[in-house]
């Protein structure tokens, strides 16, 4: 494990109303209390609807979990129907947004441009961006999964000056893993993971590149969190499906014991 403090986070995707989100987040802040969680981060990512109350309970309870958006906008307002701007997401006090996942490329075409807008629109307001970056299954099968993954880094972070990247968390998530139950090899995981590293030392510094996060997103449960979290260039995991059973998120948050 790095000596970079672990982020261990939950994209609910969407899933879990307002309501819901209360009673998982109180069940994680109850299962965690008992410890010492200094040493690892954890946060939610509920959809948006859910943000104000997770909001309102982290804050009235001095929860240590953290919370962010799935999504945001370029546009900071204005008529664009549907959209959620980073003031408003910023005046929730989200901590994290999750910028170009999988998904959001796949199912609303987002492109690296986009992707690089939105990342600027995080930063513009205070936020931490979590870069989503992976390849598709056809992509590894040709062996340009690494070239591929770089690209998308470089793309994203066009312009993004060296005093914020620092901050940066990036999530490594090879699309045929998310959801699939087919996790990549701890080993394949470094391998990219440490590619994306060296991107960034060679983008930025490095020391930029010891500061910046990257997380493994795909298929991360109890059973195989430990191994991809022992190596050295992974910083944490970004947990899709596992996170909404608060019971198997908490053991995924607790790997190390
Ligand atoms: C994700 O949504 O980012 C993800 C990694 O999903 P899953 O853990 O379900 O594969």
Redesign the pocket.
């Known amino acids: 494990m790095s000596t970079r403090t672990p982020l261990m986070a939950g994209?609910w995707?969407m899933n879990l109303n307002h309501l819901e989100a209360l009673t998982h987040v109180q069940k994680l802040a109850f299962a965690l209390a008992d410890k010492d969680y200094e040493a690892v981060e954890v946060a939610v990512l509920p959809p948006f609807t859910d943000l104000r109350s997770v909001q309102t309970l982290v804050e009235a309870d001095e929860l240590k979990i953290k919370y962010g958006a799935q999504d945001i906008s370029r546009h900071d307002s204005g008529a664009y129907t549907g959209e959620v701007s980073g003031p408003m997401l910023a005046k929730l006090r989200c901590t994290y947004v999750l910028v170009g996942?999988s998904e959001r490329r796949q199912y609303h075409n987002e492109t690296d441009e986009l992707v690089n807008a939105k990342i600027k629109a995080v930063y513009k307001h205070g936020m931490t961006p979590i870069l989503c970056v992976g390849e598709e299954l056809e992509v590894r099968e040709e062996g340009n999964h690494v070239s591929h993954t770089l690209a998308q880094v470089e793309a994203g972070l066009k312009d993004i000056p060296a005093g914020q990247a620092g901050n940066l968390v990036i999530a490594y998530?090879p699309v045929w893993?998310?959801?699939t139950g087919k996790v990549c090899g701890a080993d394949d995981a470094q391998e990219v993971c440490a590619a994306i590293r060296g991107k960034i030392a060679e983008l930025y510094s490095q020391e930029v590149a010891d500061q910046v996060r990257i997380q493994y997103?795909?298929?991360?449960k109890s059973g195989n969190v430990a191994e991809i979290m022992a190596q050295p260039d992974i910083d944490g995991a970004?947990?899709?499906?596992?996170s909404l059973d608060a019971d198997e998120f908490v053991r995924i948050v607790r790997f190390h014991e």
């Open positions: 994209n995707k996942h998530e893993a998310i959801g997103g795909g298929s991360v970004l947990v899709g499906g596992a």
